[in-house]
């Protein structure tokens, strides 16, 4: 009898232990089955009138985090490069802030940011920029050189996550 104990104790340890790690899996899996969200700013249409949509999302909300898609620096209206570089970065963090805004969202709530530049050489002029957005505290950034960009006159792509505070 007392060893019908023991294995009775031991199979209800590790029934309490494979319970335990059954709840650990579905908590880590949560955020990843959390309904996704697809972000799309008012006014956002195709390039030009009958062009086929993006091939991808503006953002997309999962749970409380929004991914940002990448954004070029192009004018809005003529979805040109501006000539001026600041005017590159402003066009691209604004367009950041559009999709930001219609997740009900702010710049406040932006976590991480990667800055893709085909010149690092201009660094310091997007800096300048950035600063005038994103305030302290500010997000963790990563600012990567590429050779090129989707847009063959693009110098700058901003993509961001943010988390609902």
């Given at each position: 009898?007392?060893?019908?104990?023991?294995?009775?104790?031991?199979?209800?340890?590790?029934?309490?232990?494979?319970?335990?790690?059954?709840?650990?899996?579905?908590?880590?899996?949560?955020?990843?089955?959390?309904?996704?969200?697809?972000?799309?700013?008012?006014g956002t249409a195709p390039a030009r009138e009958g062009a086929p949509a993006p091939m991808f999302s503006p953002g997309v909300m999962v749970g409380d985090t929004l991914y940002v898609a990448g954004q070029l620096g192009t004018d809005p209206k003529t979805r040109?490069?501006?000539?001026?570089?600041?005017?590159?970065?402003?066009?691209?963090?604004?367009?950041?802030?559009?999709?930001?805004?219609?997740?009900?969202?702010?710049?406040?709530?932006?976590?991480?940011?990667?800055?893709?530049?085909?010149?690092?050489?201009?660094?310091?002029?997007?800096?300048?920029?950035?600063?005038?957005?994103?305030?302290?505290?500010?997000?963790?950034?990563?600012?990567?050189?590429?050779?090129?960009?989707?847009?063959?006159?693009?110098?700058?792509?901003?993509?961001?996550?943010?988390?609902?505070?």
């Amino acid at each position: 009898m007392t060893k019908k104990k023991t294995t009775m104790s031991t199979m209800t340890k590790n029934s309490g232990a494979a319970c335990l790690l059954v709840a650990a899996v579905f908590a880590l899996a949560a955020p990843a089955m959390a309904q996704k969200k697809i972000i799309i700013p008012e006014g956002t249409a195709p390039a030009r009138e009958g062009a086929p949509a993006p091939m991808f999302s503006p953002g997309v909300m999962v749970g409380d985090t929004l991914y940002v898609a990448g954004q070029l620096g192009t004018d809005p209206k003529t979805r040109q490069i501006p000539d001026a570089f600041e005017d590159e970065v402003k066009n691209s963090i604004e367009s950041i802030g559009n999709i930001l805004k219609a997740a009900g969202m702010s710049y406040s709530d932006v976590v991480s940011v990667t800055v893709y530049l085909t010149d690092m050489d201009l660094f310091q002029k997007m800096n300048g920029v950035y600063g005038t957005y994103f305030t302290t505290p500010r997000p963790v950034r990563a600012a990567v050189g590429v050779a090129k960009l989707a847009t063959p006159k693009g110098r700058i792509e901003i993509s961001v996550i943010a988390a609902k505070k």
